[in-house]
């Protein structure tokens, strides 16, 4: 009954009290875990590390995370949502909490490993959870509204992180962390979720594990796209502070006010568009703009530059990364979510880890400036192998009509 309850008042008003729930419970777990990223560098410089191991936090939890997202997806689409939730929650809390004793770069990096376990989990079933609320004619403004809790989430974090380090001490970046998530937890525990027993098909039910079982293929496409794309935000939140430095531009987290700020401008209509008028209609437009905003970024060397280039990169990126999981989604068959979005994630997770460990390798032979513009080519592979996608596939309809009228 539970579960009729949830699909009828899905499909009459996208603003549900689950849905609320989840975007607000998801925003403080976003905001909490990823608020230790560009704080996480500085730390690791303060007790005797070096610009490697600086970059490596960021990088390990992605990896620990990208290696769970998989087992995630299938987990929940076979044992149902809110135990997975709730493990991976206490994961973070506890590993989260074990930062405050731990000392040596050793040590911490094997902790981070384990956090990502928890945060790959959590990340994976959140998102599977908006899955099952939103209704399929609502999925672009549903992934839409949900993937911007998360950019608010993720660039909140950002700035709360680097201005709580300027004034405080690691110590106070990990109890608001630790308090945002268990904020987040007691929210999330609120939303009505279905079991797995009513949502399992009896066919899927097999002995073992296959490898094709761990991710989903018809979201593969679009979680490649996604990863071209994640390389160079990774790049924008791991090394903006250092650009910073490098240029002479003072507080550098100004990027990330511009960035969201277009974000909440492009999310009433992208998500709509997608949902009339396709896919195409909005990552076309979205990459171009973010190409523009990080070629902008590059020669940037004043703060007005720096804020031009955040409000088109912010807006082709808010266009750009919802449409993307949107289409990963209706793509997938209704019992895949889970896999779909774990699929989806793991190609976000590694995406930000070659981003903070090749971009911070490109960036120790040149300059940040000259990173930046390298990593343009990567969201031009991303216009080639889209380009190529559409072209294909407006050929191929193109042949199915012609086939027909012959039948007819």
């Known amino acids: 009954m539970e579960i009729k309850k949830v699909k009828s008042h899905s499909t009459t008003t996208l603003w549900s009290k689950n849905f609320l729930l989840l975007l607000f419970g998801n925003l403080f777990i976003y905001q909490g875990i990823l608020m230790l990223i560009p704080t996480f560098p500085l730390y690791i410089k303060q007790i005797g590390g070096n610009d490697l191991e600086a970059s490596l936090p960021f990088a390990v939890i992605s990896i620990s995370a990208l290696i769970v997202r998989s087992i995630s997806g299938t987990a929940a689409d076979t044992f149902g949502r809110r135990p997975l939730l709730i493990v991976g929650m206490c994961i973070l809390i506890?590993?989260?909490?074990?930062?405050?004793?731990?000392?040596?770069?050793?040590?911490?990096?094997?902790?981070?490993?384990?956090?990502?376990?928890?945060?790959?989990?959590?990340?994976?079933?959140?998102?599977?959870?908006?899955?099952?609320i939103v209704s399929p004619k609502q999925r672009g403004e549903g992934t839409g509204y949900f993937a911007l809790s998360i950019i608010l989430g993720t660039s909140f974090a950002t700035v709360l992180g680097i201005e709580v380090m300027k004034r405080y001490n690691f110590d106070v970046i990990l109890l608001i962390s630790t308090i945002l998530v268990g904020g987040g937890?007691?929210?999330?525990?609120g939303i009505s979720m279905d079991s797995a027993?009513?949502?399992?098909k009896p066919k899927?039910?097999?002995?073992?594990?296959?490898?094709?079982?761990?991710?989903?293929?018809?979201?593969?496409?679009?979680?490649?796209l996604c990863f071209l794309h994640s390389i160079t935000f990774g790049g924008i939140m791991s090394f903006i502070m250092l650009f910073g430095q490098e240029t002479g531009i003072q507080n550098v987290g100004i990027y990330f006010v511009g960035h969201v700020s277009m974000i909440l401008i492009s999310r009433p209509f992208a998500g709509k568009l997608f949902d009339r008028k396709g896919h195409a209609f909005v990552?076309?437009?979205?990459i171009v703009l973010m190409i523009a905003g990080l070629l902008m970024l590059s020669y940037s060397t004043t703060t007005y530059m720096?804020?031009?280039?955040?409000?088109?990169?912010?807006?082709?990126?808010g266009a750009a990364h919802p449409s993307l999981q949107a289409w990963a989604i209706a793509r997938s068959p209704v019992e895949r979510k889970g896999a779909a979005n774990g699929t989806f994630l793991s190609s976000l997770d590694l995406g930000y880890s070659v981003g903070a460990v090749l971009l911070g390798l490109i960036a120790t032979h040149t300059n940040y400036a000259a990173m930046y513009r390298i990593s343009i080519l990567f969201l031009v592979a991303f216009a080639v192998i889209y380009g190529y996608h559409l072209i294909r596939t407006k050929q191929e309809n193109l042949g199915k009509n012609e086939y027909s009228e012959k039948l007819a």
């Open 94 to 132: 506890v590993f989260n909490c074990s930062f405050f004793v731990a000392s040596g770069i050793g040590i911490i990096l094997v902790l981070r490993f384990c956090q990502g376990i928890g945060w790959g989990m959590t990340s994976t079933v959140l998102a599977t959870i908006m899955s099952d």
């Open 204 to 224: 899927r039910i097999k002995k073992g594990i296959r490898w094709s079982d761990l991710f989903e293929k018809s979201a593969l496409l679009p979680a490649f």
């Open 283 to 286: 990552i076309v437009p979205g």
């Open 306 to 317: 720096l804020i031009a280039s955040s409000l088109f990169y912010g807006l082709g990126y």
């Open 185 to 189: 937890m007691l929210l999330t525990q």
């Open 197 to 200: 027993k009513k949502r399992l």
